[in-house]
Every structure is written in structure tokens, then in C-alpha cells.
């Protein structure tokens, strides 16, 4: 059984007020908040164990590697890849896109190459490819959703002609929580022997993930949402992508030999990992993932279905409520306006009021809101340790926003 009070009494800032009333956190989408166990190991990292990683031929350095480095393998057991190798560091989603935008894409596309996405993508997975688009001459493809923010996955696949290069689409709509099949968009793809990158920074915080179910060719995780650092994050990279990439950053850790005339390179994955790395925020992301697997993703994912149709039904029953996507797919993300002439800000500032954080504006997706229609949005994204209760309480505060702004 699920015990949701458990899993708060391991969060310390839940037992905080905001505005003399208890916090109600309700921004998940766009950060989650962390465990004492992650806090805990960082302030270990920092306080008892702290020395640069690799080469270092000390205890500390040893033993700080040994940390950063077994991350790899927790991050390949959380996604089920086989090989701790496909798995690279990165500072979160972003760094990751970039790199196959950088390593894979830039220098294969030619003028003319298309990149399929679609309309739910966030800006970390559009405007690295926008800048293909204006440095190489490549052509973007856009599938649109329909009324419910569904996206049919057919239709991503009838988008793949004969110039698409690479299709990126997200698993999960941070502002719809729509999730997309995946899996029949990767295997249909591969029929056409067109790659497939995921962004994963949703899904893999609300539901399992089974990489090697899905058969991506890319897939990305980013730290600061599954309850780890920010700074922390993780892309996989089947290991024959790896073998076609190009280094995107240059500098210690990534090269084998330097000399005044020559360069060579080290093995991947190292080879995408330049530089003094994130070294603490990792290994906090590393206790971040143990904390999930110890919970047990189906778990969560189970917790966040009931709060996700709690949520619907008393949402669903305010006819001055417009909801942004309805799709049977979706997890436990609400966009929201209000009939009338209230703004989002306006409404994520009463609420703030009431204890209750939410986010207000695009939430970094304004193809979508173009979409959609609407210049902005309020979004309540709930997580593994929010409660039916404060599903109540935001109804609760959101009721009292109509009878201001009427």
C-alpha cells in the first residue's frame, strides 16, 4: 500500500508555510522538491567526500568516483538499458538534446533534411533544431494534436518522407500530461530507418520507463524533476548512434591523446563528457533514483492515476474552468484559464495567496499555446507526494478566483 504521509515526512520543506498557510506544491512540472535522502547526500558529497573524479589516484578522488560513477549504472537500471555504456551524464534534458543536435544531427543533415516534431514539444526539444534550421537550411515537420491533445501516432509516422533524418517528440506534454505512444512512433520510424529521440523529462518522473521496450534511438532524463539537483541528468544513446557522433564539447576527461598537431578522442561515453562534470549534483541524482526505485515506479504511477482522476472529476464539474487537453492518456498535469478576463499570473498570484504554488505562463511550449489559442496558461502538476486533499484545496482557491474576477 501506498502510505503518501510516509513518503511527505521525507520531504522537509512540505511541513513549511507560505503565506501562514500550509504548502500546497503544485509546480512539479516544472521542478519537483527533494527528499532528505537526496539532501543528505549531497551534504555528504560536499562535507566528507568531495574531490574531482577520475585520475585522481587518492582516497577522496576514488572515492568520489566511485560515486559519480555508479549513477551510470542506477540511471541505466531506472530506464532498463542493458549497457551502462549507452548512458551519458548531462546537466539535465537540455544538454542532452543539444548533444545529438551538435554530435548526431549538424553534420549529416544537409539543406533540405527534415527533423519531425511535434506541436506538445517543449523549447528544449525545438530550438536546438531550430538552429539547424537556420545555420543548415534543414526543414521542421510539425504534427499538430487534436481537440483532446491527443497525437496520433500514425500520424507522426505518415509525416516521415524521404528526406526526415530524425524524428524528436516528447513522451509526455508538460502542459497537457499527455503521453504519446512511443513505442509504435519508434517502431514504425524504424521501419523507415529513420532514428527517434524521446524527451523524457515528464514521463520518467510519473510512470516506469522501458527504453528497450520503447526502441529509441535517443532518450532524455533530466535530474531537478525526479526529485534530484538541478544540474543533474542523463541521456541514453543506443551504443551505434554513439559510434556516429562527433564530440560536442572539448576539454579534460573526454580525449584520449593531445598533442601540438593532433587530437584523439576517448571511447563512448566518455567522449561526450568534457570537462570537470557535475559531480556532486550527480550523485545526488543517483540518490534521487534509489529513493524512486525503492518506492517503486508502478507505485507512483498508481498514486498519480488517483490523483489525476480526483483531480479531473472536481476540475471537470467548474463549468468557468477551461481545462487545456482531456486526453484518456494524460497523467496528472492541468492547465487551466478561467472564463472571463482573469490572467494566469493574476490566478497563480491568489493562489500563492492560499499557500498553493503553481506555474503561470507558456511553460516554455508557445507553438502549443498558439495551438490552443491562448496566451497563457495556470498549471497544476502533481507528484508523488501531493494528496486528494490538496486536489481539494485548489478547487477550493480556484473557486474563490472566479468570485473575484467573475
Known amino acids: 500500500m501506498y502510505d503518501v504521509e510516509a513518503v511527505r515526512r521525507d520531504f522537509p520543506i512540505l511541513s513549511r508555510q507560505v503565506n501562514g498557510k500550509p504548502l500546497v506544491y503544485l509546480d512539479n512540472g516544472a521542478s519537483a522538491q527533494k527528499p532528505q535522502a537526496v539532501i543528505d547526500a549531497i551534504t555528504n558529497a560536499y562535507s566528507m567526500e568531495y574531490a574531482n573524479v577520475h585520475r585522481g589516484l587518492h582516497h577522496l578522488s576514488n ?61 528544449a526539444n525545438i530550438v536546438p533544431w531550430h538552429f539547424l534550421r537556420e545555420r543548415q537550411g534543414v526543414v521542421l515537420k510539425w504534427v499538430e494534436c487534436d481537440a483532446k491533445g491527443d497525437i496520433d501516432p500514425q500520424a507522426v509516422i505518415d509525416a516521415i518522407g524521404p528526406r526526415t533524418k530524425l524524428v524528436a517528440v516528447t513522451h509526455m506534454s508538460n502542459v497537457t500530461g499527455t503521453v504519446l505512444d512511443v513505442a509504435a512512433i519508434c517502431a514504425g520510424a524504424r521501419q523507415k530507418g529513420v532514428p527517434v529521440l524521446v524527451d523524457g523529462s515528464q ?19 533530466t535530474g531537478h524533476k525526479l526529485y534530484g539537483p538541478s544540474g543533474s541528468g542523463a541521456i541514453f544513446i543506443r551504443r551505434d548512434r554513439m559510434e556516429e557522433m562527433r564530440p560536442f564539447m572539448g576539454g ?31 550523485i545526488g541524482f543517483g540518490a534521487a533514483l534509489d529513493y524512486l526505485t525503492a518506492l517503486g515506479m508502478e507505485n507512483v504511477a498508481a498514486h498519480e492515476r488517483r490523483l489525476r482522476d480526483a483531480a479531473r472529476a472536481k476540475l471537470g464539474g467548474l463549468n468557468w474552468l477551461n481545462v487545456q487537453g482531456d486526453s484518456d492518456t494524460k497523467g496528472a498535469i492541468f492547465s487551466f484559464t478561467l472564463n472571463g478576463s482573469a490572467h494566469a499570473h493574476d490566478i497563480s498570484t491568489i493562489l500563492d495567496q492560499r499557500g498553493i504554488a503553481v506555474r503561470a505562463g507558456t511553460h516554455c511550449a508557445l507553438p502549443l499555446m498558439q495551438h490552443l489559442g491562448v496566451s497563457a496558461t495556470c498549471r497544476a502538476s502533481f507528484g508523488l507526494y501531493n494528496t486528494e486533499a490538496e486536489v481539494d484545496t485548489l478547487v477550493s482557491a480556484l473557486e474563490l478566483c472566479h468570485e473575484l474576477f467573475g
Open 203 to 221: 514521463a520518467a518522473v510519473h510512470m516506469p520507463v522501458d527504453v528497450s521496450a520503447i526502441g529509441c534511438d535517443f532518450y532524455t532524463i
Open 63 to 123: 572515492l568520489a568516483t566511485d560515486r559519480y560513477e555508479a549513477v551510470r549504472s542506477k540511471v541505466a537500471h531506472f530506464l532498463n538499458v542493458s549497457d551502462p555504456e549507452e548512458i551519458v551524464h548531462t546537466s539535465g534534458s537540455t544538454a542532452g538534446i543539444n548533444l545529438v543536435s551538435y554530435g548526431w544531427a549538424a553534420p549529416r543533415l544537409q539543406p533540405g533534411d527534415e527533423i519531425v516534431l511535434t506541436v506538445l514539444e517543449h523549447h
Open 252 to 282: 579534460g576527461d573526454m580525449i584520449d591523446t593531445v598533442t601540438r598537431d593532433t587530437v584523439t578522442y576517448a571511447k563512448p561515453p566518455m567522449r561526450f563528457e568534457a570537462g570537470t562534470p557535475g559531480i556532486v549534483p550527480q
